[in-house]
Structure formats: C-alpha cells, structure tokens
C-alpha cells in the first residue's frame, strides 16, 4: 500500500504560517477521521501534534491545527519559530490490511 | 511520567534473528495497546505490528508477515518483537509506540527513542 502523499518540504518566515498537506484516499483519510500527525526533530523519536484530524493533545503549543477536506489532510503552523524546524509526518487508520499508514514526511525550514 | 525504552538492537547477518524488547513504565501497562514502528535510515515512518492489551488481537504489516512476531509479558510491562529472516532492507530504526486508545483508531501517544537493527553481510 502506498504512503500518504505528503510535500518534501515547506519553508517559511518566522511568524508567518504554513500550511502540510496529506493526500490519501477514500480507505483511509477520506474514510475515516483518525488523521494524526507528528513532529520529529533530528535524531528524535516522533511527537504526537494532532490526532483525530484537529484534537491537540495536552501540553501541544495551540500554534499547531489540524484540518481535513474529503482525501486530505493538512497541518498549519501558525507563528513559525526556529524550534519548528523539524520533519512532519501524517498518519490515518486505513482500511486496508496495514491498519495504519504514514506520509513520506515533510521537512519544515525556518528561513 | 510514560516511558517507553527499547534495547536489543545490533547488526546481524542476513538470514539471522533478533528479539527487540521495550520496557514500560509511568502507566498502566496491561489496559494499552502497543505498536513497533520502524524507520530506515533517512526515509519515513513504517508500521509494523500492533498487539492488544491482552494480546487477543495481533496484527502485522505485509512487509514482515511470517517472519517477525510481536508479544508482550504485563507482568513485567514489556514489549517483545522477534525478528527472524531477516533482510537488508529490515535495516532500520525500531520504535516502540503507545496506542492512545479512548476511541482514537492507530494513534500513537508516546514512542521510545528507538533501537537500531542493522542488517549486513
């Protein structure tokens, strides 16, 4: 099964917005709203930003929403700051036989 | 505070076996799923297997059904994952994830910081 498809790379200014999109299909982000996504810093483990499309769990900075129009997915990031600059991944419960899959990851770089 | 900590990573030969453990800590490790996600160097994030509380429901992705098998022991809050046959392309970082639960389908709450499996002749 193919990944969610997600940009390589999106860059922006500090303070200004941005915005990750995640296209999957109609068996997983269309299909169902268990859309997570995932902050990893360099040589970290993944941080859990959003899940259930938009819920930020406790402690997640409000500076971070999450979003979903039919197959995709997006995450904003609103008042870029350097400790932004990281990799993001989606995730959604699929139907399909591997019960959840990944985007690619996109990297965020802070001009 | 949750803690999630994977050990037995290393590198092995084609073909060999190596058994993954994570221990938990900080939660009520019996009522969670958990999950072992993999990460190859320098690409993304890879599911690979998910085992139910009480390990009633077990699941595992194609690329490493048949040959990895995921378990757990709640008495001593840890995570197994034993990995036979293993390939080159199983060369990777191995996370252990916890299920958020509470109706969120796949989400994954807290993660170790990983062990690395490398696979080469």
């Known amino acids: 099964q193919s990944a969610l498809t997600q940009p390589a790379s999106v860059s922006g200014s500090p303070g200004q917005s941005i915005t990750i999109s995640c296209t999957g299909t109609?068996?997983?982000?269309?299909?169902?709203?268990?859309v997570s996504w995932y902050q990893q810093p360099p040589g970290q483990a993944p941080k859990l930003l959003i899940y259930?499309?938009?819920i930020r769990p406790s402690g997640v900075s409000n500076r971070f929403s999450g979003s979903k129009s039919g197959d995709m997915a997006s995450l904003t990031i609103s008042g870029l700051q350097a400790d932004d600059e990281s990799h993001y991944y989606c995730?959604?419960?699929?139907?399909?036989?591997?019960?959840?899959?990944f985007g690619g990851g996109t990297k965020v770089t802070v001009l | 505070e949750v803690q999630l900590v994977e050990s037995g990573g290393g590198l092995v030969k084609p073909g060999g076996s190596l058994r993954l453990s994570c221990g938990a800590s900080?939660?009520?490790?019996?009522?969670?799923?958990l999950n072992w996600v993999r990460q190859a160097p320098g690409k993304g994030l890879e599911w690979i297997s998910s085992?139910?509380?009480?390990?009633?429901?077990?699941y595992y992705a194609d690329s490493v059904k048949g040959r990895f098998t995921i378990s757990r022991d709640n008495a001593e809050n840890s995570l197994f994952l034993q990995m036979n046959s293993l390939r080159v392309e199983d060369t990777a970082m191995y996370f252990c994830a916890r299920d958020r639960g509470s109706g969120s389908l796949m989400t994954f709450d807290y993660w170790g910081q990983g062990t690395l499996v490398t696979v080469s002749s």
């Open positions: 900080g939660f009520s490790f019996s009522i969670y799923s």
């Open positions: 259930d499309v938009s």
């Open positions: 109609s068996s997983d982000v269309g299909g169902y709203d268990y």
């Open positions: 085992i139910s509380s009480g390990s009633t429901y077990i």
């Open positions: 995730s959604s419960y699929t139907s399909d036989s591997a019960l959840v899959i």
